[in-house]
């Protein structure tokens, strides 16, 4: 259904984007470029629908959402329904774009559903690729227990997971909706079922039904949103370090009013980004983390934090805008030294390894390790995030290092004499063969004590 629905699309397309530039006058491109200056106009209510939709998602009448049930195909009509009426060009029936699993255990095919609606971007040159704003539609679900010989569903609400994250991105194509003439690439909202069996869903969509999978320029991913406590800040995932999609996470987050970002280490939940990535498509998972509430009968609305979780609409809103304005993503670097290229990590087959390890390892055993906090940038409480790149030749040696965002002068200083100084790593590889790549890395600089990642005073 969903190819057939994309072939309307497409033809569709063009004259759309044409009509959206000529209400924007031309003026949408260059707010995209600036977010300084595009903090949307946030409802007043803003709380109170993302409560009325977590509390509809995750009511007792849902039973958890639960991935093939009636209650997953009700939650999916609902989503429909809403970006229906945002006016987005929609990719799947109302019940669903519907694909089966097969249940290991009875052998009967589970039919879970994805619901995918579209905003045209207002630049014709553009407008025909992509933005995926994605989430989990299905929830933990429910169970049957037989107590005293009578049959009781113990129900699983799922506020937190996922309810959360689909409110969160209803209430973003809501805003985008409304500021459609500032966005050239077009935002796809995609709400992807059987996100509990294995990221089925999402795996589905690209693999099975979407045709135009090249099309797609990045996937942001939100689940598990709005328990502002403990270790469950806002945190974004994105694999790997990238100094661009750092670069914008950062970006987004310096804006006045905004939400701090932490960058995780680790992947805070399971999600969707998964299918994607094993796509090559770059993307940032949006979360607030695991805790021991998330899929239990106690995952209730009353838990979570509304206030949070409209700063954190109007971030991922914030994102969207700049990721649909950007001129290039993955761009390649051309190498000095005369090889006749230089690969970024996810191109290679085997890729440059420091101690047997990754990045991470690199930054935990040897920048981590010996860089100093300089006493001025203490003095003066300099504190943030410094991304630097470099490249790992094929003799395994570190070379052309470059502080691409930088904190002071100091603090570049105390982070480039370290990574001079890195023993050999081994070098990546292509068909067996040497090649140099480029890396880039994030090194966190906290004035705050007892931290367990980055250079604490």
Not at 329 to 350: H, L, P
Not at 361 to 387: C, H, M, N, Q
Request: charge should be neutral; charged fraction near 25%; include cysteine.
């Amino acid at each position: 259904m969903l190819r057939r629905t994309l072939k309307i699309f497409s033809k569709l397309i063009v004259s759309v984007g044409i009509a959206c530039c000529l209400v924007a006058g031309g003026a949408g491109f260059a707010s995209a470029q600036n977010i300084g200056g595009a903090r949307p106009e946030l409802p007043r209510n803003l709380e109170d629908s993302l409560k009325k939709q977590v509390s509809f998602l995750s009511s007792s009448a849902m039973k958890g959402r639960k991935a093939g049930s009636a209650e997953e195909k009700l939650a999916s009509e609902y989503i429909y329904g809403y970006l229906q009426d945002l006016g987005a060009m929609m990719l799947s029936p109302k019940e669903g774009d519907d694909f089966g699993l097969a249940n290991p255990v009875t052998g009967d095919t589970l039919h879970s559903r994805n619901i995918v609606g579209i905003i045209p971007g207002y630049d014709p040159a553009l407008v025909g690729e992509f933005i995926v704003l994605g989430t989990q539609l299905d929830g933990p679900g429910y169970e049957v227990l037989n107590v005293n010989g009578e049959r009781k569903e113990r129900i699983f609400p799922g506020a937190y997971s996922n309810a959360s994250g689909a409110a969160v991105l209803l209430q973003v194509a809501k805003l985008v909706a409304q500021n459609k003439f500032m966005f050239p690439r077009s935002i796809m909202f995609a709400f992807f079922g059987a996100g509990n069996l294995s990221q089925a869903g999402s795996w589905y969509f690209l693999n099975r039904s979407f045709a135009d999978k090249d099309k797609i320029r990045f996937m942001v991913d939100v689940n598990s949103v709005g328990r502002d406590s403990g270790p469950n800040t806002f945190q974004a995932f994105i694999g790997l370090p990238d100094k661009e999609i750092l670069k914008d996470i950062f970006t987004v987050a310096e804006r006045p009013f905004s939400l701090n970002v932490k960058i995780a280490e680790k992947e805070p939940v399971p999600s969707d980004y998964r299918s994607f990535h094993s796509a090559d498509i770059p993307f940032t998972l949006f979360s607030t983390g695991d805790n021991s509430l998330r899929g239990s009968i106690h995952d209730t609305p009353d838990q979570l934090d509304y206030l949070q979780l409209s700063q954190i609409v109007e971030y991922v809103y914030s994102y969207s805008l700049l990721l649909s304005g950007k001129e290039e993503f993955r761009e390649t670097a051309s190498d000095e030294s005369g090889e006749n290229r230089i690969y970024s990590q996810m191109e290679v087959d085997k890729r440059a390894s420091f101690m047997k390890g990754d990045e991470k390892t690199f930054l935990r055993d040897w920048v981590y390790r010996y860089v100093k906090y300089p006493e001025s940038a203490i003095a003066s409480k300099t504190e943030g995030t410094e991304v630097v790149d470099f490249v790992v030749g094929t003799d395994g040696k570190v070379r052309d290092i470059k502080i691409d965002s930088g904190l002071s002068d100091e603090i570049d200083k105390a982070v480039l004499k370290v990574i001079k100084a890195s023993p050999k790593w081994t070098p990546a590889e292509i068909n067996g063969k040497k090649v140099p790549v480029k890396i880039s890395i994030a090194v966190e600089f906290r004035l705050a004590q007892g931290s367990k990642f980055g250079i604490n005073r």
